[in-house]
């Protein structure tokens, strides 16, 4: 602003009047600007008169108040910042900065009246006898996002007794589930939320935090540590395969049946082996997510019924391992049951189809002991693939492969004779190196797919489905009730249904 300062004579420091002040800034005025534009890219504003210098006054003076401060009229001083502190500003009003121990700063932002001296204030960090410390989040433009986060990032370190004890009941009331259970999971099991608003006698619209029961829950490292002590004293096994070998059970109750180590676990009670037996049509499919690390989840159902004859969870996906797993599968059933293993096309009775989803382990596997007829033979009267698995595959191969051979590959999936079969194997040969390897890499699948090429009744092939779903929707309450579990609790997950 234009300079205006106090002038020092005989001793005596005059202050500049009221009047004066006014004066200088009515008279001086802002230099006169041109913008000029040195080429399309720098544009600039500069003055006129290099010397003038008007362009420095400060327009948000308030001049009184400073002119108190100059002269030292304690009284007038007092009146401006108390008509201030009415208004909700100036150096009276109570200090409510706050700054994160981050950021470093010993002094407050704002001048205060301290001891009738403008001074900035010093920050001062509470001292409690609380530990628990909080990190908060608030952004830039509260009208933009009127959200502010607070985590509590330090705590007290123990939970109180008769609320630990509180958490533990809550927490044994998840019987099998605690195999599995994680701070996360934890927070989504409706049960336990039920529960725990119970015990809260919560009534909010929302559901309760762990936080909520004590703070020190709010840290899931601490709740993790709580079920990890839980789930070692329920289960000193483990909840691995070693614990799942076998029970000691009445032969009604027993569910897992068979445990050896490479590594494969058949599960089934004895009603369900009935339901297998008498069936006359399975499904057979894997769902790879069930259990965590590399075992999967082996079902085979009945379509007549839709309902499942056996689980197993098995390491291995090859053929030799589906022999093994389907020979233990029906020596069980025929055990608990009295009725052999018979397929339809060798014994006149028994099972009559198969259906999978081109998995070729699978297929072999359970042809492998019939050694009258050489595999591919046996699955040319018992075999059929899913055909949503067949037309997705054949949807994977768009990259490779153009619209017409994709077209010919579906044409084959069909009960009627095709009308050029030899020359839908030559564009499909032709296709490319992946449509040849659908072609030829599978021997059985081409009668598993097409009708006239197997030696299935056509009135059979016709009655039976064409699809695995009945095995699909389990894998959907799959995906709903747990995945990724360990061995244990995959196998008390449907043994307690």
Not at 283 to 290: E, G, I, M, Q, Y
Request: some cysteine; hydrophobic content about 35%.
């Amino acid at each position: 602003m234009g300079r205006i300062s106090a002038v020092q004579q005989d001793s005596v420091t005059k202050i500049p009047t009221q009047t004066q002040i006014q004066t200088v800034i009515r008279t001086r005025r802002l230099a006169r600007v041109s913008r000029k534009i040195a080429d399309k890219e720098n544009r600039l504003v500069q003055r006129e008169a290099c010397a003038d210098r008007s362009h420095l006054i400060l327009h948000t003076l308030d001049v009184p108040y400073l002119r108190a401060l100059l002269e030292n009229d304690s009284q007038k001083i007092h009146e401006i910042e108390e008509l201030a502190r009415q208004f909700g500003y100036g150096p009276r009003v109570p200090c409510s900065f706050t700054a994160s121990p981050s950021a470093q700063k010993a002094l407050c932002r704002e001048y205060r009246n301290l001891a009738e001296k403008l001074a900035r204030g010093v920050l001062q960090r509470p001292r409690n006898n609380c530990t628990a410390r909080f990190d908060i989040y608030t952004p830039y433009d509260l009208n933009d996002c009127p959200q502010v986060v607070e985590i509590l990032t330090e705590y007290p370190v123990k939970t109180p007794p008769a609320l630990l004890e509180i958490f533990r009941t809550l927490l044994l009331e998840l019987d099998c589930k605690l195999a599995d259970m994680t701070p996360r999971k934890l927070m989504l099991d409706s049960g336990f939320i039920g529960n725990l608003r119970r015990a809260l006698c919560w009534s909010r619209p929302f559901d309760p935090p762990l936080s909520a029961l004590h703070p020190s829950l709010g840290d899931l490292d601490h709740v993790r540590r709580y079920i990890d002590e839980l789930r070692h004293t329920l289960f000193p096994a483990r909840t691995g395969f070693e614990v799942a070998e076998h029970r000691e059970l009445p032969d009604d109750e027993q569910y897992v049946r068979y445990g050896k180590t490479f590594h494969l676990v058949i599960c089934m009670l004895k009603s369900m082996t009935e339901f297998l037996m008498r069936a006359r049509t399975l499904s057979v499919d894997t769902a790879f997510r069930r259990s965590n690390g590399k075992r999967q989840e082996f079902e085979m159902e009945t379509w007549e019924l839709t309902v499942i004859g056996t689980r197993a969870f098995t390491t291995s996906q090859s053929a030799q391992a589906h022999l093994i797993l389907f020979t233990r599968i029906f020596e069980i059933a025929a055990a608990d049951t009295g009725i052999p293993c018979r397929f339809r096309h060798i014994h006149g009775e028994g099972f009559e189809l198969l259906i999978t989803d081109s998995h070729k382990g699978q297929a072999l596997g359970l042809c492998q002991p019939l050694r009258a007829l050489d595999p591919h033979e046996h699955l040319r009267r018992c075999l059929r693939f899913c055909t949503v698995h067949y037309k997705r595959n054949i949807r994977e191969l768009k990259p490779y492969t153009t619209q017409k051979v994709r077209n010919t590959m579906l044409s084959l999936s069909s009960s009627q004779v095709h009308p050029d079969l030899d020359g839908a194997f030559a564009i499909i040969e032709n296709g490319g190196r992946k449509a040849k390897d659908k072609r030829i890499g599978t021997k059985f699948a081409l009668p598993a797919i097409y009708q006239p090429a197997s030696l299935i009744p056509l009135e059979l092939w016709k009655s039976a489905p064409s699809t695995t779903n009945g095995n699909e929707q389990a894998h959907r309450n799959i995906n709903r009730d747990g995945v990724n579990l360990t061995i244990l609790g995959g196998i008390m997950r449907h043994a307690i249904r």
